[in-house]
């Protein structure tokens, strides 16, 4: 069963702090992978797109990583600030799917 | 391009009457979803759409909800008769044969 698993659920770090998300997958053979943030109450924002041929994706103070041997992707994020705190969705595209697999979300809260 | 609009952004009805959610997917995108997010299931995908057409309506959890895309730039989504337990946030989103997904504000829904 093709799965997408993000550990931890919830994560509280002080601000400043550089910080990696998780996120695993059961099936290497994906087409592409997503990361996606969502504030309270609102929809889901695109931060990063990783296609299957590459190792990694930059925006900013952000940067994806994806490795498909060990089936993992891990989001980075520098110098965190307040404002990062959201959910973060991991999801991921598998070859020949036309759905994303979602993972559940890893709640981030940034303390002042 | 304004990204996937939907409307309304809020609606409260009562249990029994009929409820329609509109969406407007990216211009030049091919696949259209819909999702529903409640706090117990999580991101749920109801149905999609392929060039107009639907491909799986397996998440559909009734035959009381219905989805149409008539043309390439409008899609619905309609409960008839609505029920409490169908209070949720409904999301739409749009792709280019999976090169990432965007989604919708979303349409929060209260049935009383």
């Known amino acids: 069963k093709q799965e997408v698993t993000q550990i931890p659920a919830a994560l509280s770090v002080p601000e400043g702090e550089n910080l990696v998300l998780n996120c695993s997958f059961t099936d290497n053979a994906i087409y592409n992978l997503q990361w996606f943030r969502q504030d309270p109450g609102k929809g889901l924002t695109s931060l990063l797109l990783i296609q299957s041929s590459q190792r990694e994706q930059t925006s900013g103070r952000l940067n994806a990583s994806l490795d498909k041997s060990s089936g993992r992707s891990t989001l980075y994020i520098a110098a965190s600030q307040p404002g990062d705190s959201a959910t973060y969705l991991c999801a991921v595209l598998y070859q020949g799917a036309q759905k994303l697999v979602f993972g559940q979300g890893t709640r981030l809260t940034i303390n002042p | 391009d304004a990204g996937v609009i939907q409307s309304p952004r809020h609606e409260v009805t009562e249990m029994g009457q009929e409820v329609t959610l509109r969406c407007k997917p990216i211009?030049?995108?091919?696949?259209l979803f819909w999702y529903r997010q409640t706090m117990m299931r999580g991101l749920e995908l109801l149905i999609y759409f392929n060039n107009n057409v639907p491909i799986d309506d397996s998440g559909m959890p009734e035959d009381r909800f219905s989805a149409k895309m008539p043309n390439a730039s409008f899609s619905t989504l309609k409960i008839q008769p609505s029920e409490p337990r169908d209070s949720a946030v409904y999301f739409c989103?749009?792709?280019?044969?999976?090169?990432?997904?965007?989604f919708g504000s979303g349409t929060r829904l209260t049935v009383v």
């Open positions: 211009s030049g995108h091919n696949s």
């Open positions: 989103a749009s792709s280019l044969s999976g090169y990432g997904y965007t």
